[in-house]
């Protein structure tokens, strides 16, 4: 009997600049039987957007209908504008077929993962430092120095939900982030609790031998 | 700042021929940063044992009068015959210093010692099969027939408890096994619990910033 290789359901969170895009790629890239979850979004593409890769884009009635069926992981609408959610049909297919699925979603959708599923494992990307986000930040140079502010504000608002997930991972060294990810996916498939039906068949075993 | 590197109490338990012993090995031939507890016993010397490598051998007054001083982590006596324990002094050296310790003990000392120490990692190994394991059994020839049938039955009574431990870790593969002990100890590092201390230091920079 080998070591249980069920897929897993990760949810990665941190503020921006801390590199949870590229922690994920890098995922992706080295583990074949990793996947991104992709969100549905009743806001508007933008230019260079492809629907069903970056984003499922829906209308509003379509998206509703969605809720209406139950057909979301978890939903939210942002400042009663647009809505973001999860289908749950690609990560159960995923899950199904023993590949392993990421969210990448804010801490309050994590939130929301963990309680509907509470076999998730809930992962925060932390900075090495505030000031190294600070920098990160700024590098992106994709944002004005008010954009910078708000979004540095909102990691420490951020930060203070880091001990509700199961792991923190510092994003000091990227490959080193990366690999941490990979120890947790190879250790969270040998907790016990996942394991039950390996040892249900050992034993299981007693009156044959 | 960077990820968590404090020592980690792991215990390690499995039925008899599992392997624990070639797993612990590897482990510590392969980290620095790991060591053996050696147990405390009263029962003598067996040829080629040496003291404090296999055990530190003790007087039954020597044993009783470190119980009272609560010089334990855990012990227990064996059919009303010998003492076995393990030393607390040597653990809570090991880990203030930052290296994980590896206690090679019984489910029941796994379980007084999880109760003892909450933040302890507890790792079962488990044979791929029963009839694997027999065949190990069988293979270390250090043992008669009815020793081996013994030992067979009371793998079913310590598989019984695979499921109170925090990981089940399958030695199908030794070099997978031990690597699979590397991931977890990896992943354990980032637990949220265990780093705590991280995240206020970087919230706690909130007014410096």
Request: charge should be positive; include cysteine; hydrophobic fraction near 35%.
């Amino acid at each position: 009997m080998k070591q249980t290789r069920t897929g897993l359901l990760l949810v990665v969170s941190g503020p921006a600049g801390v590199g949870k895009g590229s922690v994920n790629n890098g995922l992706i890239k080295r583990n074949r039987d990793i996947r991104m979850s992709v969100s549905a979004t009743t806001r508007p593409a933008r230019p260079g957007e492809i629907d069903g890769v970056h984003y499922f884009f829906k209308s509003e009635n379509d998206f509703k209908r969605m809720i209406e069926e139950g057909a979301f992981l978890e939903y939210m609408r942002v400042f009663n504008t647009h809505y973001y959610g999860t289908p749950k049909s690609f990560v159960e297919q995923e899950l199904k077929e023993g590949r392993s699925v990421i969210l990448e979603i804010d801490v309050q959708g994590a939130m929301r993962v963990k309680e509907a599923y509470p076999d998730a494992v809930l992962i925060f990307i932390a900075p090495p430092s505030m000031s190294e986000l600070k920098t990160r930040l700024i590098g992106r140079g994709t944002e004005n120095t008010d954009a910078v502010e708000r979004r540095f504000a909102t990691a420490y608002k951020e930060l203070d939900f880091a001990e509700k997930y199961d792991y923190i991972v510092v994003n000091d060294i990227l490959d080193r982030a990366i690999s941490r990810v990979e120890h947790i996916i190879s250790a969270e498939r040998c907790r016990s609790s996942r394991n039950g039906e390996l040892i249900g068949k050992l034993i299981g075993g007693r009156k044959e031998l």
